[in-house]
């Protein structure tokens, strides 16, 4: 199993950034595959991003591909999601996720460890 803890939320102006970090417990992150999802005020969960277990894959949501970057790294048993020209849609409780699965995975039924979530919000 893996623990996991996500830091790096805030406030930031649109068109700004955030970096947020997902911490694993022990020495676990090379045998799971990583995502990232988020979930605004009174909407489901959303798929954001995702990272196969080398960091060799990765995959995004429509809605963030070329602003948002997913990368880890094992040694420090850390992911993270860069956020690059945020806007204010992007605004939600952004959670970190694990499964232990080969292949990228995009659902929420797919992930069976997730963090506690890091808020994020975004100012016009």
């Known amino acids: 199993q893996v623990q996991l803890v996500e830091s790096g939320g805030g406030l930031v102006q649109a068109g700004g950034s955030l970096r947020l970090s997902c911490a694993a417990s022990?020495?676990?992150?090379?045998?799971?595959?990583m995502g990232w999802f988020r979930q605004a005020p009174g909407k489901e969960r959303e798929f954001v991003s995702a990272?196969?277990?080398?960091?060799?894959?990765?995959y995004y949501a429509d809605s963030v591909k070329g602003r948002f970057t997913i990368s880890r790294d094992n040694a420090k048993n850390t992911v993270y999601l860069q956020m690059n020209s945020l806007k204010p849609e992007d605004t939600a409780v952004y959670y970190c996720a694990a499964h232990p699965n080969r292949w990228i995975v995009t659902t929420v039924k797919g992930y069976d460890y997730w963090g506690q979530g890091t808020q994020v919000t975004v100012s016009s």
């Open positions: 022990g020495r676990t992150t090379s045998s799971y595959a």
């Open positions: 990272i196969s277990r080398s960091g060799g894959n990765t």
